[in-house]
């Protein structure tokens, strides 16, 4: 049998199956109907969607499988919830995080780990050791000079207390007012701005931490972290939610709140993860309704009759429930990019409905009955139909084969619903456009294409020429532009930065606090990780290194000296305290007027900024104390004053207590980070600079693995990740052109034939990398979809207009019947179909929507226009 026996048989089979659906229309609709609800309960009751960045690329890279062996080497570390803590003061920011922490860990069935460092004993007993030895001598002056103090507000850690420790530091610079032994300065002004902040009706509090010498000034000084490895609940969509939920709510009945001058926001992959897919469902919830709304106002307009536009909608409908279902039956999950069938599928199963529609009207047109105009519609347009959707189904099935399973599945699920598509189209609508007849055909008004009067037909048919030259200089117009086409290699820019863990993890980048770019090596000991580390502190590319053993303090001889030192002088002023009776309203106004006369003396005798300081305090308490409420004002005063003191109180004496550190003494949560089971020891490596670009991201990377080729961590990820889907690219790239290109030969059977159906493709490709550079639109890993795709897309409009002029006597015949009409209507319902997936608030599908439209926009004009102009060149009417 030839190629020509073959394509009459399978046109015959479609005919004859589109007349047995007609005539059994009741029973094909009731049909469908059970199928759409079995596989709609099947697909809500399985649904799951994995999140997992990781998982979009193949398990077997080596890349993959090396980061796979460290998360299994250190399990606590995958997956984790970071919870961030910023205070107003770090007094408050650290009690808040000791106390969270604790309730976490009270609650192992949400919190499986809870690892706050800073929050172990051993750091709060230790902590002095990990100063510089120059800050260590600067901190024990401060608090040497403030032991006086620091014993009154130990013993009487009250309003009375506080004043008359700040009434002995007033008088000692009153008594030597040219040169007095503290600066009072900042201490003043800051009980100031308490006093003012609480007249103004402002939250604000008083750092101990910075008054006793610690830093506090930057959102990093005043921010805590804890990190959680959370449970998961796999069967949910929101396998975290509990968790994240959990710590929510463990806030909000501790008191840390942004009134009470806390904030606790959750980043990590955990938090990344779960507002990742709640950004993605709301975009392509919102991307579908709008999609469904476009193509319904785009079907009316092109098709022109209800009973056409809701039988089209029923049969998308139908066979994307369809669809829906076989991607959950075969693969189980969707991912973040497969999610996007959805909307890939309206466009797609539109443009076959659409043709089948207008199709049909045209035979009517043409004097056909209703039913023999169904037959004459799938033996007319079947083929062409069938042709499309194989060739869209091979651009899909191209990424199968590659190593981007993000992809990969995506492109397993639209190949198959090209199939569905054609299937629902070729089954379901002529059964409900034989139930619901249309009225008759208005025969004096011709099926073609005419914009308000216009006809393009005529228009292409005078100046063909004209646009075919039009078309080769803005090609190589374009072709120039082709080398500024960028590419984002950053997955951080395809997540949407408006989610609290995106905010919080730029916040964390921007301070330091975590570094997004370290690189992580596994080495089989403690000792071959230190001599590794060493090797690699040498390399130029390369900052920090750390290991278990970079834990262990430097100089600790001379700094357990000094912190002996503070203790024999500090110590004993913070030894147990005796029984202070209780502090009474009449306490305090006695504490303050006592203070005020104190504050008034020093500024008159004592000049200067200090001077005025003094003033300051006395002018702002002194409104506290001027309310109808001066005993209410007073009481929140103290508590505004000493919130953060008892905490600060109790970790210097803690600190106090330091002791040699050695490897062994380090904590075991720690250990357990940086240690394997089987003794395998991790380095962590950080850049030298922040890393804003392939090639600075390359350079390090290659440093690191000149001496360690087992290395992993984000910046390998990124670069290999980045060469996997380019690579994944490239070979889809070619599989679709390979296949569409013989299945057109087998086909067409000429050579000039599938050269111009593959000539728009051409132009529209160029056309579109050119277009990107004028919209600052980067490639990513996301919208690189577009470039395979545009085989599969575009290739459709160009087999309808070639096919129907093989078809027709005259050349410009074709161009006067329902197909350039057709061809107009299916791009632009999918361009309605994918530009809704452009307002997404996730920014990697919306600039995958944003490139398809403007491809599907390039693919338009260049089928519509120059395909036919350059067919009217070639094929001029006799």
């Given at each position: 049998m030839t190629i020509d026996d073959a394509a009459r048989t399978y046109v015959m089979l479609?005919?004859?199956?589109?007349?047995?659906?007609?005539?059994?229309?009741?029973?094909?609709?009731?049909?469908?109907?059970?199928?759409?609800?079995?596989?709609?309960?099947?697909?809500?009751?399985?649904?799951?969607?994995?999140?997992?960045?990781?998982?979009?690329?193949?398990?077997?890279?080596?890349?993959?499988?090396?980061?796979?062996?460290?998360?299994?080497?250190?399990?606590?570390?995958?997956?984790?919830?970071?919870?961030?803590?910023?205070?107003?003061?770090?007094?408050?920011?650290?009690?808040?995080?000791?106390?969270?922490?604790?309730?976490?860990?009270?609650?192992?069935?949400l919190y499986r780990d809870v690892y706050d460092l800073e929050g172990e004993p051993f750091i709060r007993r230790n902590g002095f050791l990990y100063l510089g030895l120059d800050e260590l001598y600067e901190l024990s002056d401060r608090l040497t000079d403030a032991q006086p103090f620091l014993g009154a507000l130990w013993s009487d850690p009250t309003l009375r207390g506080f004043f008359r420790m700040l009434g002995l530091a007033i008088?000692?610079?009153?008594?030597?007012?040219?040169?007095?032994?503290?600066?009072?300065?900042?201490?003043?002004?800051?009980?100031?701005?308490?006093?003012?902040?609480?007249?103004?009706?402002?939250?604000?509090?008083?750092?101990?931490?910075?008054?006793?010498?610690?830093?506090?000034?930057?959102?990093?000084?005043?921010?805590?972290?804890?990190?959680?490895?959370?449970?998961?609940?796999?069967?949910?969509?929101?396998?975290?939610?509990?968790?994240?939920?959990?710590?929510?709510?463990?806030?909000?009945?501790?008191?840390?709140?942004?009134?009470?001058?806390?904030?606790?926001?959750?980043?990590?992959?955990?938090?990344?993860?779960e507002e990742e897919l709640e950004s993605v469902e709301r975009g392509m919830g919102l991307a579908?309704?709008?999609?469904?709304?476009?193509?319904?106002?785009?079907?009316?307009?092109?098709?022109?009759?209800?009973?056409?536009?809701?039988?089209?909608?029923?049969?998308?409908?139908?066979?994307?429930?369809?669809?829906?279902?076989?991607?959950?039956?075969?693969?189980?999950?969707l991912n973040l990019l497969s999610v996007a069938f959805a909307v890939l599928f309206i466009g797609l199963s539109v443009d076959f409905g659409l043709h089948f529609a207008l199709r049909y009207r045209e035979e009517l047109w043409c004097g056909y009955s209703r039913h023999e105009a169904l037959v004459e519609a799938a033996k007319g347009g079947g083929g062409a139909l069938t042709l499309c959707a194989i060739s869209a189904a091979m651009a899909f099935y191209a990424f199968i084969p590659t190593d981007y399973v993000g992809l990969a599945e995506l492109g397993l699920i639209a190949g198959t619903g090209m199939f569905v598509a054609l299937f629902a189209n070729l089954t379901v609508l002529p059964a409900l456009i034989a139930l619901w007849p249309l009225a008759a055909v208005n025969r004096e008004v011709r099926p073609h294409l005419s914009i308000g009067g216009f006809e393009p037909s005529t228009w292409i048919g005078r100046k063909p020429r004209w646009i075919c030259f039009g078309a080769l200089i803005l090609s190589i117009a374009a072709a120039g532009l082709v080398p500024r086409v960028t590419f984002d290699f950053d997955p951080l820019n395809l997540k949407d930065p408006s989610t609290e863990?995106?905010?919080t993890l730029y916040d964390l980048l921007a301070d330091g606090s975590r570094n997004?770019?370290?690189?992580?090596?596994?080495?089989?000991?403690?000792?071959?990780?230190?001599?590794?580390?060493?090797?690699?502190?040498?390399?130029?590319?390369?900052?920090?290194?750390?290991?278990?053993?970079?834990?262990v303090p430097k100089n600790q001889d001379d700094k357990l000296l000094a912190i002996q030192d503070m203790a024999f002088l500090i110590a004993p002023a913070l030894s147990a305290r005796e029984e202070q009776p209780r502090?009474?309203?009449?306490?305090?106004?006695?504490?303050?007027?006592?203070?005020?006369?104190?504050?008034?003396?020093?500024?008159?005798?004592?000049?200067?900024?200090s001077g005025e300081a003094a003033t300051r305090v006395r002018d702002a308490i002194m409104k506290l104390k001027e309310r109808s409420s001066k005993h209410a004002s007073l009481r929140e005063f103290e508590h505004r004053l000493l919130r953060g003191l008892p905490g600060r109180l109790d970790s210097l004496s803690q600190a106090l207590q330091a002791e040699p550190v050695s490897l062994e003494a380090l904590p075991k949560a720690l250990w357990e980070r940086k240690v394997s089971a089987d003794g395998r020891a991790l380095i962590e490596v950080s850049p030298e600079s922040m890393l804003h670009d392939r090639m600075s991201l390359r350079a390090f990377v290659e440093a690191v693995q000149s001496i360690s080729a087992d290395a992993v961590g984000s910046p390998v990820v990124i670069l290999e990740a980045g060469r996997a889907v380019l690579g994944a690219f490239f070979e889809a790239c070619v599989f679709a052109v390979i296949g569409i290109v013989v299945l057109l030969s087998i086909v067409l059977r000429r050579g000039r034939d599938v050269a111009l159906v593959f000539a728009p493709l051409m132009l529209a490709g160029?056309?579109?990398?050119?277009?990107?550079?004028f919209l600052n639109q980067s490639f990513n890993f996301a919208n690189l979809i577009v470039l395979p795709l545009l085989f599969g897309l575009g290739v459709a409009g160009g087999i309808h207009i070639v096919a129907r002029f093989r078809a027709e006597t005259q050349a410009s015949d074709a161009l006067l019947t329902s197909t350039p009409r057709a061809v107009l209507f299916s791009a632009l319902t999918t361009i309605g179909s994918f530009g809704s997936i452009a307002l997404s608030g996730h920014p990697g599908t919306a600039s995958m929507g944003v490139l398809l439209t403007l491809a599907l926009v390039m693919i338009l004009v260049a089928t519509l226009i120059f395909l036919p102009a350059l067919l009217t060149l070639l094929y001029p009417d006799e």
């Open positions: 479609l005919g004859r199956w589109v007349s047995w659906v007609a005539r059994h229309a009741r029973m094909v609709a009731a049909s469908t109907c059970v199928l759409t609800i079995i596989s709609a309960v099947y697909f809500i009751d399985n649904l799951a969607i994995n999140t997992n960045t990781s998982d979009m690329l193949s398990g077997e890279l080596s890349f993959r499988q090396k980061s796979a062996e460290i998360d299994k080497a250190f399990p606590q570390t995958d997956p984790t919830l970071v919870v961030v803590i910023d205070g107003q003061t770090a007094d408050i920011a650290d009690d808040a995080a000791l106390k969270l922490a604790g309730a976490m860990r009270r609650a192992p069935a008088d000692k610079a009153a008594e030597f007012p040219d040169d007095p032994p503290l600066n009072l300065e900042g201490t003043l002004n800051a009980i100031a701005e308490v006093a003012e902040a609480q007249s103004a009706g402002r939250f604000h509090l008083l750092s101990w931490t910075k008054l006793m010498g610690g830093e506090d000034s930057s959102p990093a000084d005043r921010r805590r972290y804890i990190v959680v490895q959370p449970t998961m609940d796999h069967a949910s969509l929101q396998p975290a939610s509990k968790a994240i939920d959990g710590v929510r709510a463990l806030a909000r009945e501790l008191g840390l709140t942004p009134e009470r001058g806390i904030r606790v926001r959750l980043t990590g992959s955990v938090a990344l993860d579908a309704i709008l999609s469904l709304i476009l193509v319904l106002g785009l079907l009316f307009v092109g098709l022109r009759q209800t009973k056409l536009v809701i039988s089209c909608l029923a049969t998308l409908i139908a066979g994307l429930v369809w669809t829906a279902g076989f991607a959950i039956w075969v693969i189980g999950t863990s995106m905010s997004y770019h370290t690189i992580e090596v596994l080495a089989s000991d403690l000792t071959a990780a230190d001599d590794l580390a060493q090797r690699l502190r040498e390399l130029r590319a390369v900052g920090r290194v750390m290991t278990l053993s970079s834990y502090i009474t309203e009449e306490d305090r106004l006695t504490a303050w007027s006592v203070l005020s006369l104190k504050l008034e003396h020093m500024a008159k005798v004592v000049a200067g900024p160029l056309w579109t990398l050119a277009a990107t550079t």
